[in-house]
DNA sequence: CGGATTTGACCAGCGC
DNA sequence: GCGCTGGTCAAATCCG
């Protein structure tokens, strides 16, 4: 038993050092035990979130002054290439104190950045995420009945006998379920929170469309859609198993939409009314292309004692444009300092694995 | 009653 | 080709 659990860790861990190993080869140092994280994760109710209290993430991070953006996510979940119409004017914002009781919150956070694929910024955006789109003829198979009936006959006539079987007519509509052929991933980043509630508020509107059990790991992994009509955003929460209290939040895409509510304006960036939701800042670029795949500690408003720990592993041809539009601007906002311990906190936590996918890590190979 | 969540099944990609 | 696994769908259910 036990065995086996540290041959896993061992590839795990095995794969981490991959990961870095080229960039940074002294910082296979340890890990700590999870150590970094020491967020007090209080259960935070927060006001766009779902029924289980989703705790107020920016307000983790504790960025919720200076600001007057809708959204810290507005800004890196948007292409600079999207060049969207104008904003719709601003909600006020909300008292951050009134909400969430921030203070003290120490958050430590370890932010990946990945682009598993070719970046969609480029010529196609939201190509992939036709699934997404609330026309898309798919959706009408609900109402069942001639199309599926034809495209199962077969079936059809094979389980024609037992007409009460419901579990098979179950099955016969959900069959014709058909997805666009080689459907291209949007580029994905992910970020570690010490967390006691799985969905951060980002101030997005998510709904959940499925729940997974993660192989190795006793928490299951949730899927969440930003709920606004042509937004193809999508983001995946699960639990670390080797320390359950981190949560690993993985977005996929980007909001082609401002951020529909602003909870307590906690996530305010300094907003540019002329891209919506693209941040007034931005790290200069060749600096932080140069600095890619290393890791940054982020600090944030000391006053709250907060720090994120933030890597990007972005793969060198698809990252440029995806870090301009979608790197956390709150990340990028901030100074960045680059430290070997930040790598190892990433290589030997283990929790790389959560986050890269295995393609990535062949290709450090 | 409408929207969100749950949950079992389906599908596609990948490794063997 | 087969099995495994991640991701998604959609009916059922829950909840405000």
Not at 29 to 50: E, Q, T
Request: aromatic share 8%; with cysteine; charged share 20%.
């Amino acid at each position: 038993m036990e065995k086996k659990k540290e041959e896993e860790k061992k590839e795990i861990n095995s794969m981490a050092n991959l990961r870095f190993s080229d960039e940074n080869p002294t910082a296979a140092s340890s890990f700590g035990g999870g150590s970094i994280f020491d967020m007090a994760a209080g259960a935070c109710d927060v006001s766009g979130g779902d029924k289980w209290g989703s705790l107020g993430f920016m307000d983790l991070l504790g960025i919720h002054q200076d600001f007057s953006a809708p959204s810290l996510f507005d800004s890196f979940h948007h292409p600079p290439i999207l060049s969207p119409p104008p904003p719709p004017p601003l909600p006020p914002l909300s008292s951050a104190s009134e909400l969430l009781p921030s203070e003290n919150i120490d958050t430590k956070q370890v932010l990946l950045q990945q682009t598993s694929l070719p970046s969609p910024a480029s010529t196609v955006p939201e190509s992939s995420e036709v699934l997404n789109n609330p026309a898309t003829p798919n959706s009408s198979s609900i109402s069942s009945s001639s199309n599926e009936a034809a495209n199962d006959d077969q079936t059809k006539l094979a389980g024609d006998d037992e007409e009460q079987d419901q579990d098979k007519s179950k099955k016969l509509q959900l069959k014709p379920k058909k997805k666009n052929p080689k459907r291209q991933r949007e580029p994905r980043f992910a970020f570690m929170t010490k967390s006691e509630v799985d969905h951060l508020d980002d101030g997005y509107r998510w709904r959940k469309y499925g729940q997974k059990a993660v192989k190795n790991s006793p928490y299951p992994r949730s899927y969440y859609r930003c709920t606004s009509a042509g937004c193809g955003v999508k983001k995946r929460v699960e639990r670390s198993s080797d320390d359950s209290t981190i949560v690993v939040t993985t977005y996929e895409g980007q909001h082609t939409h401002p951020c529909p509510i602003t909870p307590r304006g906690t996530i305010g960036i300094a907003h540019d009314p002329s891209s919506f939701g693209a941040p007034s800042f931005v790290v200069p670029q060749p600096q932080y292309l140069h600095q890619q795949q290393q890791p940054y500690i982020y600090t944030s408003s000391p006053s709250m004692n907060i720090t994120t720990t933030t890597t990007t592993t972005s793969t060198s041809t698809t990252s440029s444009s995806f870090i301009n539009s979608s790197f956390p601007a709150f990340l990028q906002e901030r100074r960045f300092m680059t430290t070997p311990s930040a790598a190892s906190l990433l290589r030997d936590d283990g929790l790389l694995q959560d986050i890269v996918p295995s393609q990535m890590r062949k290709l450090e190979d």
